[in-house]
């Protein structure tokens, strides 16, 4: 295991592993412990008691924070000439078509959510290698593949995140940066806690909420007693 360095050693001694945290407090807590010159991200990683290999226990949606995510989300909208305008307007920061699917053919990815409109989706197929590992294929589930472009830029900018359980049954998601109030990232984590609730597959057999922590970039995860969501 790697060395603990001198922050993470006292960040590590600031958190009491003996109290029960609720999502408020743990946010405190974060604030507290994170020692960084930058202004970090505030994740949060639930661990389900799904099988994501099964196709009726995969949880995955879109949620949006209260208070945004944050960061300055780059998005590419990939729409034909006649909703270019509105596109821009709604603040997309690239707005075309076969000039960007040329630049992504070439492996130039530098967006952070890509919106587009059904009738442009069979253009993307083939970049779908390169897409899809980066979680930026476009989807209609996560509202990212619609006629209405505006209100897809706006929501992303606003922030909307889509999420999507993994391999091993944990869902990670950023939920605000450090800089924030701790009832703003706590109004953040309780929404996107009560969505994932709210999306339990009928399947699922005993508990499903079976931990939830709370982490900077830098930080050691801060455990949120799950009886308090």
């Given at each position: 295991m790697a060395k603990l360095t001198k922050k993470q050693k006292e960040a590590k001694a600031?958190?009491?592993?003996?109290?029960?945290?609720?999502?408020?407090?743990?946010?405190?807590t974060v604030k507290e412990i994170t020692n960084v010159n930058f202004d970090a991200s505030v994740d949060l990683a639930i661990?389900?008691?799904?099988d994501p290999r099964k196709a009726n226990q995969m949880v995955r949606g879109v949620v949006t924070l209260p208070n945004g995510t944050g960061k300055d989300v780059k998005v590419l909208a990939l729409v034909t000439p006649d909703k270019e305008a509105e596109a821009k307007e709604a603040?997309?920061?690239?707005?075309g078509l076969d000039e960007y699917l040329t630049k992504i053919k070439g492996g130039w990815t530098d967006v952070d959510v890509i919106v587009t409109m059904p009738s442009v989706m069979g253009k993307l197929g083939p970049l779908g290698r390169i897409l899809g590992p980066r979680g930026l294929m476009?989807?209609?589930k996560t509202g990212t593949v619609t006629m209405d472009v505006a209100k897809a830029v706006k929501d992303v900018k606003g922030g909307k995140i889509d999420f999507k359980v993994d391999k091993t049954g944990i869902v990670h998601a950023s939920i605000g940066k450090v800089s924030f109030e701790?009832?703003?990232?706590a109004e953040n984590a309780n929404e996107l806690i009560k969505t994932i609730v709210k999306m339990k597959p009928s399947t699922v057999k005993g508990a499903y909420i079976?931990?939830?922590y709370l982490s900077s970039t830098m930080s050691p995860?801060?455990?949120i007693d799950t009886k308090t969501v």
């Open positions: 600031k958190i009491d592993v003996n109290t029960a945290h609720d999502v408020l407090s743990a946010s405190s661990r389900l008691g799904v603040g997309a920061d690239y707005v476009p989807n209609p701790a009832n703003k990232l079976k931990s939830i995860g801060i455990e």
